[in-house]
């Protein structure tokens, strides 16, 4: 297997902060790999090492096959978490600015720069100066300076952050339209749902240490979650009896509608076909898998107390300045 | 290789349009010409229409009872007007022969001259009483009365020397407060004037014969190099050598000033990571500096190209040895790569502009410094003091470039050794201000202190 990536014992300290620590990672090329974690977490410090503005104290880095990304710099595309533009600069002039920076020809690079803006609903900007437009219209300009070069390796930092629900829909689509070009992404996000809709593969960081390095498909299979939604069709109906069917173990109701947690070893298909023959169901769904929820369970397990799992799980479901995915 | 030279080029390239492709640009690159031209030509006119001319009394007491009498005249606004167009043919007696022809025209020096004072003479007997005289300088006047603008009071002697004395006695001047310094040079003018010419007269001497016998013309000198002969001008080589270290302070100022700005402000709004992620720091720092080293010289190129042609316009371009020119881009391009290293060094360090000052002022004053030595290098251009300073970084260049400008240039040798000197520590510096912009890029947050900067070169 072809590495885009690879990350051996890697070890950041700022002063007497570590940053990072014993960090192995090794994404295969043509992979959309999700960096996850709390702000803070070390995601920035570990891709501003992958592209050698940072370099690590210890360990090794290896980035489409070179030592360093500074001997591949033109292969890649990065969108770092803080970003921002030439205010004075007029768009074409910016886009193609960063595509010649990236090794294209001036033609080549002009020539790329409507089309882009169309592609992500800015048709006609490029004559506009970038202190002109709106912020998510710069966010998706910088993303296009990003990509104008069509990268082998895509690194954002933090993509969706700040963008409103439009943005991060025309974001999503380019990123995996990128993807199916055969680039190798890498984003890191402290929002879990936008890697869960995302990624083929999540690696979560925590107080500088990796604590997951799993595909999603295996993911959903080690953390099955072993709950089902079920809500009534008719609202006055009494589904007392749900508690008492084979294999459930706790059953929760919220507004109308039941939480049904069941055992270990329990098939909740043959749980869902009782429950909708006991009670004419309106939605009868089996939980998804939430990131927040398994990361929240390993760094919780043997060294938080629950006032520390609440806290976390605050820290990775709030927004905060980030959008959530359309 | 190749692709960092590329885009050092294109950073490079960049950096220039931004400075030069813009109306700000275009104002500040003519701003000072046109400053000049407005000191040089419209503020004398504007000074000269706007003086009222001086009118009031001016009492004498004489009691040599020879003086004021010829006084009257000598202070007769002709007179006055007279002496003035004398005195500014005198002073430009060496000057090169477009610039007196230019200066001595009649309406040129009807301006240099001005309205004479227009001022009336009371004679007051030889005994008056001097404290009353005082007391009539500090009289109120009606409004459209006369001043009381001066009391002369000659000393009895002051035309025939008293018995056994070789010395003359002079005279005492009296004047109010707020009175015109000018005023007091035109009195000791006329006083001056109407002694002599009743010393003369007292003596029975021919005037026209002792002012031939003291008149020695000052001889315009020549300076003879090797091969060449040209006309010494005092004046141009006195300018010169401040000249030239402004044309070098304001050169780095330009491109140092705007490399601060842009690399605050490329920080401030978070391009820098953006670029990083294209260019190595230390290929955006070169592409920066040589960018701005462009827009600089390009001004630079300007302001050499108006001198040159006003010299040319005034036939004096035989005056200026053609090879400064070159030493003056050479010791622009090694002081500019030093002082541009410190200011990109000082602009990744800091979050804002307002942070840049307190690094800033060291560097202020360095370039401030050929300033308060300019006059004392330029009159003793082989002194110790100003030899010695040709070799101390990073004022040596200032210093040589001064010495270059003046009447006696150095040795050859100095010069090229200035010149490695300066290369040396430019490279020096360099290096260190490479480190700092790498380490100072990416971090936000306290300004640092010069122990901070210290840390940061050793981690880089």
Redesign the interface.
């Known amino acids: 297997m072809q590495l885009a990536l690879e990350l051996k014992r890697v070890r950041k300290t700022f002063g007497t902060t570590v940053a990072v620590e014993g960090m192995d990672l090794a994404v295969p090329r043509g992979a959309l790999y999700g960096v996850i974690g709390p702000n803070g977490a070390g995601k920035t410090t570990c891709i501003r090492m992958i592209m050698s503005i940072l370099f690590p104290d210890s360990g090794e880095l290896s980035v489409l096959g070179q030592r360093s990304a500074l001997e591949a710099k033109d292969r890649i595309g990065y969108l770092p978490e803080e970003r921002g533009v030439y205010r004075k600069m007029k768009v074409g002039a910016f886009l193609t600015y960063m595509a010649q920076l990236k090794g294209l020809a001036g033609e080549d690079a002009a020539s790329r720069v409507p089309r882009l803006l169309q592609e992500v609903g800015l048709p006609g900007v490029e004559s506009k100066r970038c202190e002109d437009l709106s912020k998510g219209m710069l966010q998706r300009v910088q993303f296009l300076g990003a990509i104008i070069h069509q990268p082998d390796l895509l690194i954002l930092d933090e993509p969706f952050s700040g963008q409103d629900p439009v943005s991060v829909r025309v974001l999503r689509d380019q990123i995996l339209k990128e993807h199916r070009r055969g680039a190798t992404v890498l984003l890191s996000t402290h929002v879990m749902a936008n890697a869960e809709e995302m990624c083929q593969h999540v690696v979560m960081i925590h107080q500088g240490r990796k604590v997951l390095d799993e595909a999603m498909s295996g993911l959903r299979r080690q953390f099955d979650p072993r709950t089902i939604h079920f809500e009534p069709l008719e609202a006055n109906a009494n589904p007392s009896s749900l508690s008492g069917m084979t294999g459930v173990e706790r059953v929760e109701s919220v507004d109308g509608t039941y939480r049904i947690s069941l055992m270990p070893g329990t098939d909740p298909g043959v749980v869902m076909a009782r429950l909708a023959t006991a009670v004419a169901p309106a939605r009868i769904e089996l939980a998804r898998l939430r990131l927040e929820d398994v990361f929240v369970r390993i760094v919780s397990e043997g060294e938080h107390s629950d006032a520390v799992s609440q806290a976390l799980r605050a820290s990775v479901t709030a927004p905060g300045p980030e959008g959530a995915l359309a | 290789m190749k ?1 960092s030279v590329r ?1 050092i080029g ?2 490079a390239g ?1 950096e220039f349009l ?1 400075a030069v492709m ?1 109306k700000g640009f275009v104002i500040g690159l003519l701003l000072m010409p046109a400053i000049i031209a407005l000191l040089v030509v419209v503020f004398p006119r504007l000074m000269n229409r706007n003086v009222p001319p001086v009118r009031g009394e001016v009492a004498v007491i004489d009691p040599t009872g020879q003086v004021a009498t010829g006084l009257r005249a000598a202070l007769a606004p002709d007179a006055i007007a007279a002496r003035r167009r004398d005195s500014a043919t005198r002073a430009l007696q060496n000057a090169p022969e477009v610039v007196r022809d230019a200066a001595t025209s009649t309406p040129a020096m009807d301006r240099a001259i001005g309205t004479p004072p227009q001022l009336t003479i009371l004679e007051r007997q030889a005994n008056a009483d001097l404290q009353r005289e005082k007391q009539w300088l500090t009289e109120p006047v009606a409004a459209d009365g006369l001043r009381h603008l001066a009391l002369i009071v000659l000393q009895p002697d002051a035309v025939v020397a008293a018995a056994g004395s070789a010395k003359y006695g002079s005279y005492e001047l009296f004047i109010p407060q707020n009175i015109d310094d000018r005023l007091e040079t035109e009195l000791y003018d006329a006083v001056r004037e109407s002694l002599v010419a009743a010393r003369i007269r007292t003596h029975n001497l021919n005037r026209t014969e002792v002012e031939a016998v003291m008149n020695v013309r000052r001889a315009a000198s020549v300076t003879v190099a090797v091969g060449e002969e040209r006309r010494t001008n005092v004046a141009f080589n006195r300018f010169l050598p401040f000249v030239f270290a402004g044309l070098l302070v304001f050169g780095i100022m330009i491109g140092g000033q705007t490399l601060l700005t842009q690399t605050v402000e ?1 920080k401030s ?12 720091p230390v290929e955006l720092m070169a592409g920066k500096i040589l960018g701005q080293m462009a827009v600089s010289m390009l001004v630079l190129a300007v302001y050499i190209g108006i001198g040159l042609f006003a010299l040319m316009s005034f036939a004096m371009i035989g005056l200026l040895n053609p090879l400064l020119i070159l030493y003056l881009v050479m010791f622009f391009l090694i002081s500019y790569l030093l002082f541009a290293a410190v200011f990109s060094a000082v602009g990744a360090a800091v979050n804002e502009m307002r942070e840049a000052q307190s690094l800033m002022t060291p560097v202020m004053l360095v370039l401030m410094a050929p300033w308060m030595f300019a006059t004392v290098i330029g009159r003793e251009p082989n002194s110790t003091f100003a030899v010695a300073l040709s070799f101390i970084p990073p004022v040596n260049t200032f210093a040589m470039m001064i010495r270059l400008g003046s009447a006696t240039p150095p040795p050859t040798w100095q010069v090229l050794l200035t010149m490695l000197v300066g290369l040396a520590a430019a490279c020096v510096v360099t290096w260190f201000a490479a480190k700092i912009f790498k380490v100072g890029l ?1 971090m936000h947050g306290k300004p640092p202190n010069m122990s901070t900067l210290i840390r940061w070169a050793r981690a880089a």
């Open positions: 692709q885009r294109l950073v960049r931004a813009n490329e709004n978070r391009v820098i990571e953006v670029l990083l992620s294209a260019v190595s990416l």
